[in-house]
């Protein structure tokens, strides 16, 4: 079988595997979050942090709870890892030092899982699972609770009330993340995956030395890593790793496990608000993303020409062979249209071209299908940018699910936009004009600026993929990344839920001849439009200075 025809039959089995998950997950999870039953377990939690479940709140309020909840969350992961030296379960490794513990921190509450550090050097047992697992399961949660309260924003009208956010946080880990990471971490260990609490030990002889790696519990943090689109791996070499990505079949299971629930959530969001229809039309925008720019990824990485990669049959560099160039390319393009970040290849090893589609399909704000809550928040926040243009195209006012976008939905629309290109932009900037970032690129020329854009974009979109060859591990690094992904994931949240409750207050406007209808393909084309025309303006020039110079000069 050719690589290629191996590839295209990996990337039907996927779309596949996800079109019979789609109707079943998407359900469920309207069920979940349209529910006024609580489960014995839930109200154990519930008293415990004492919380009250069936009060509703307001957007502020809605707010203050995230906000309150990953503070919280940060400084506890920031104080476990400052005193792991101290805990049993350490593996003898010291105390993460504080510019650090701070990034490593924000970067695992933000749902980015950046890592500066080598994880099985740097972090025992207890800081892996009592600490950074712990976070791959809430900071998904607090995502998908986000997502829930802009849908109910459109469902429902004259009231300002958006749901309860403990009762969203705990339904969302209880009842959709955990039972789904259980099953699949019981397909990652027959797959080979390690799942035990060992310590340091010696797994062979090789020129040189012995090769030591430690043991840890893999296979239920690697499940929840992707299915939360977290991406933190337990090795340094993440999922490229035998012990968290043994063989193919993981491989595809890993990447199915990326898009399942942000796909899944379309459906749920047409099921609250009343039309599935809706939700397929959100569904076609992101599908047909996802799929140009897997085909784009596999055509970039196969027909590269050049001795080496005639003899590999592609773009071999960096890319592990069990896996091959297309469920590599099939992994790039899934981590980096998520906030997943997970990697197993080396981004920085792909073609000009193939790079710059990784770095393209963060810059769109990781909506196709997105991260898990963000993405399909991002996309109804592009939906709402594309009914106001097409208002202003036939001088009428803009609606969208029934809703006026008037004014003050516009600019929290537009402010969500804007947030994290100014960082991206911004920090990048700022890095390239010091001496002491800029010495941190291993390479010169397009390819070393791309390096600084990639860790500045992944960061700020709460990806946390790296394009490798920058050393990160810096204060510079370390504390501007640290605010970059604080920043980017919870100043677009202050907006997304100021809309929902803007949209709530609402009487809804019933429909006319005059309204856009946004069940239809066309307006699938125009939101497609409406993300390129968007980000393009935006990272075009950045863009043409890292990876297009790069592809256009090979």
Known sequence: MSPVLAGVLQLLALVVALGLSYRPLGDH????????????????????????PNVEMRWSAYLRGVLAFSAVSV???????????????????????????FNTAASFVANTNWQSYYGEQAMGHVVQTGGLAVQNFVSATVGIAVAVALVRGFARSRTGELGNFWADLVRGTVRILLPISVIGALVLVACGAIQNFSGIHEVGQFTGGAQQWNGGAVASQEVIKELGTNGGGYFNANSAHPFENPDGLSNLFEIYLILVIPFALTRTFGRMVGSLRQGYAILGTMATIWVV???????????????????????????????????S????????????????????????FGGGITMLGMQLGEIAPGGVGSGLYGMLIMAVIAVFIAGLMVGRTPEYLGKKIGTREIK??????????????GFTAVAMALDTPSNSMTNSGAHGFSEILYAYTSGANNNGSAFAGLNADTQWFNSTLGIAMLLGRFLPMVFVLALAGSLAGQTPVPETAGTLRTEKPLFTVLLVGTILIITGLTYFPALALGPLAEGLAA
């Open 293 to 327: 720019f897997t085909g784009l990824m596999m055509w970039t990485e196969f027909t590269h020409h050049g001795p080496a990669f005639d003899l590999a049959g592609g773009a071999m560099e960096g890319k592990e062979t069990r896996f091959g160039i297309g469920g």
């Open 75 to 101: 400084l506890f992961l920031y104080l476990l890892q400052r005193v792991q030296g101290r805990l049993p379960g350490s593996l003898g490794f010291v105390s993460i030092d504080p510019d650090q513990a």
């Open 329 to 352: 390319s099939i992994f790039a393009v899934a981590t980096t249209l998520t906030s997943t970040g997970a990697v197993n290849s080396f981004h920085s090893s792909y073609t000009g």
């Open 29 to 52: 999870m309207a069920r979940v979050y349209s529910s006024e039953r609580h489960y014995k377990p839930e109200k154990w939690i519930y008293k415990a942090i004492g919380a009250h």
């Open 412 to 425: 929290f629309a537009a402010c969500y936009i804007l947030v994290t290109p100014a960082l991206v932009l």
